[in-house]
């Protein structure tokens, strides 16, 4: 693939792909890998990127710190430690479900519209930036507290089975 450098689109989910070398695809703004057996994804030279569907795979680590023009992000059902989504500001979607998160820093990332954190173990959650969220999945993790007060765009909010003791809506 990678002497395809035109290529814009790329969708090789649903295989059993265990290594994927896109760094000549510079062209490339939307890539749908799921479902596959990925242990490392490096999309770093995609700077063009403005989808990147990766969940479902054996990802420990993923570095989109270069993909600024991202607006969809899916990496569900991983086994992400970290993910720092910080220079990331034109998402509108991010589904992180399912990971081995602690934290997740969504401070910068005010265009949200979507975020789908559960099934982590967050024990805190910072969305008062977030005022354009419209959907908040977040449960089974291991919050304590819990302000939106700030998202009064607000219509899915999933905060059960966590350890809250405040919630503020």
Do not use: M, P, R
Not at 14 to 22: E, H, I, R, V
Not at 79 to 91: C, E, G, I, M, R
Request: hydrophobic share 35%.
């Amino acid at each position: 693939v990678s002497n395809n450098t035109a290529l814009g689109t790329i969708e090789c989910y649903s295989n059993s792909l265990d290594t994927l070398d896109f760094s000549n695809n510079t062209a490339l703004y939307s890539l749908k890998c799921h479902n596959n057996e990925l242990t490392s994804l490096d999309v770093s030279n995609n700077t063009a990127l403005t989808v990147l569907d990766c969940g479902n795979n054996q990802l420990d680590s993923l570095d989109v710190s270069n993909n600024t023009a991202l607006t969809y992000l899916g990496c569900e059902n991983n086994q992400l430690t970290a993910l720092d989504v910080s220079n990331n500001t034109a998402l509108t979607y991010l589904g992180c479900a399912d990971n081995q998160l602690t934290s997740l820093d969504v401070s910068n990332n005010t265009a949200l519209t979507t975020l789908l954190c559960l099934g982590n173990q967050l024990t805190a959650l910072d969305v008062s930036n977030n005022t354009a969220l419209i959907n908040l999945w977040c449960h089974y993790n291991q919050l304590t507290a819990l302000d939106v007060s700030n998202n009064t765009a607000l219509i899915n909010l999933w905060c059960h089975a966590n350890q809250l003791t405040a919630l503020d809506v």
